[in-house]
Structure formats: C-alpha cells, structure tokens
C-alpha cells in the first residue's frame, strides 16, 4: 500500500516482525490483483526469483511488478492508477468481522478460495463513482 521504490540508510534499524502467516498462501489462491491489472503488469501463476526488467531487484522469492508496463498504463490514463490496491483483500478497515476472516485465512488456509469469492460478492474493490465523492455537501 506504499510506493517507496529504494531507500538507503545507514540507520541501525531493528528488524521488522514476520508478517502473520498465511498471507502467501492467501495471494496464491487469490490473484485478485493479477487478475484486475489493466496493463498486466502483476504476474499470476508461483512466485519467482526473477524480475521483469532492470527496475526489479532479482534475487527474492515473491511476486514481480513488472513497473515499466504499470508506468505506462500510468502515462497513459493520466492518473496513479492504484487498482491493484483498491482491489486487494487486504485493502479493509479494521473490524471484527474482518478480523475473524483474518483470523481463518492465518489458520484455516483450506477456506481462502471461499474469502476470495465471499469478497467480490460484497462488492469490495469497485470502483466508486466519483461524483459520490466530489458531489458531497
Ligand atoms: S498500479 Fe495499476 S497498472 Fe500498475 S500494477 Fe497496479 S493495477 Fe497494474
Ligand atoms: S489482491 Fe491482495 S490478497 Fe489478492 S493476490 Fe493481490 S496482494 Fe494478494
């Protein structure tokens, strides 16, 4: 949900926490964002070791924006684009009941492809109508 690209420091930082299990496995039933990229930038299919181009860092096991395609989707609508995030399962308020999905997707990996569907029922990750927005009193 952040675009830092690369930041150096020669802070001593403390490493960060794991992030909570289940995740990956999460992404890999999901593919939500894969799927809606309109420039097909984000790969589907296993994680890889490989980058795109000279803008990825190789060497990781994960998933790879391919940046050159996603920057000139960019260029091409005018806009930051984001709807990798505005789609993403993740993408949700703090709540009980999210905190209950969150909850089975760390324990019970078995029921994710149910959260995927159970998620584009709710209608989460469409795009609203701006005017919604800008027309607000
Ligand atoms: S910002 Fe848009 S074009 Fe770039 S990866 Fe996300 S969905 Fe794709
Ligand atoms: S939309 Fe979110 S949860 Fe789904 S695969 Fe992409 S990053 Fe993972």
């Known amino acids: 949900m952040v675009r830092i690209a690369k930041v150096f420091t020669d802070l001593p930082l403390s490493q960060s926490q794991l992030a909570p299990k289940g995740i990956i496995e999460f992404c890999e039933v999901c593919e939500k964002c894969a799927r809606e990229c309109p420039s097909e ?19 990781a096991l ?7 395609t996603c920057l ?11 709807i990798c995030f505005r789609v993403c399962n993740f993408t949700k ?3 009980v009941s999210h905190g209950i ?29 701006p005017r919604e927005y800008w027309e607000k009193p």
């Open 41 to 59: 930038s984000i790969p589907e299919g296993p994680r890889t070791y490989e980058g795109f181009n000279e803008a990825n860092n190789p060497g």
């Open 62 to 68: 994960k998933w790879y924006c391919n940046a050159d």
């Open 101 to 129: 999905v969150k909850w089975f997707i760390r324990n019970v990996p078995q029921l994710n492809g149910f959260w995927v569907w159970a998620d584009d029922m709710m209608g989460y990750g469409k795009m609203a109508d």
């Open 72 to 82: 000139d989707y960019w260029r091409e609508v005018g806009s930051g684009c984001s």
């Open 93 to 95: 308020e703090e709540g």
